[in-house]
């Protein structure tokens, strides 16, 4: 079976806890999960597998296993319920996009003029939003993505806590897709680079919007390693839906709640540059390995548009259409002993 076909029955793929063991799992009708580090799956590149990113480092003769181990429907099964979901992957790489939606950006570039100018205007804000349409639309004719590196180390379960870091105070939520890699690529063109996509998870990219640039190396940007890559800032799964049933990525609907309140629903057609032209690009920067994320940017709807940011007791609550739910409560870090003036707070776990 080629990864594009759909199967007849669905599936997906993850990573799960239970008993002290972690093992791959794969799911099925949403709810129940087949132990892959026990399970034999007939016509398999290698089974029993030891994890999730050895599925994938087969992808296109596993796909087809997985597709028919799933369609007999008669494997040993653990209830969703009752595992601790972790990350679903474990990647060699995590590339993110920045400045990838149009109405983010220009909202980015509006909360930033008006942190500079408190007093702005009504006509002098719908100026700086022309403006940064103009930007976007010279982006997608001229344009080429901004990519950049995350630490593996910053990825937490769809349903663990996330600790807010001492340093910083506005903590901002990203809710996006991410493309999995099922196949090594370098220099791939992007009419066929969604060969090299095994399947879609959910990440929350959260950053911390004060710490992005250094008043001390202004010349020098943004400083990502510290704005977003504490520990547990990086919410993905609870799994990845294989490509075939995500056949078309141009219409997902993106919704984080906070508290029970929408703060981003937009669709992926307001994205600037689409998956494709994501994995062309990053392949020609970096070798592509199985396993790896690309993340694809963030749209509206961030803190930073309602300037308003993470707290500890908040609860994020995350979905993109057809790969599932995220659930996070938002907990203080505690201060290293010695430290005067830090109130105690959560250690990551």
Known sequence: MNPSDTPNTWFALGTFAAGGRVFPGLVLEGERVVDLSEAKIPGAGASPFSSSRQVFEDWETNFAALAAFAERGDADTHELTALRVLPPVEPVQILQSGANYHRHV??????EAKAGNPRMTAEEE????RRGERLMDERVAYGEPYLFLGSPAAMCGAYDDVVLPLE???HDWELEFAAVIGRSGRHVPPERALDLVAGYTIVNDITTRDLVYRKDLKAIGTDW????NAPTFLPTGPYIVPAAFVPDTSDLRITLKLNGRTMQDESTSDIIFDVARLVSYASSRVILRPGDLILTGSPAGNGS???RFLKEGDVME???TGLGHQRNRCVRESAPKGIPGRTPGRNPC
């Open 106 to 111: 220009v909202d980015l570039i509006v909360a």
């Open 126 to 129: 719908a100026e700086v939003r």
């Open 168 to 170: 910083g105070e506005k």
């Open 225 to 228: 390693l510290r704005s977003k």
């Open 305 to 307: 548009r309602w300037g």
């Open 318 to 320: 995350g979905t993109v």
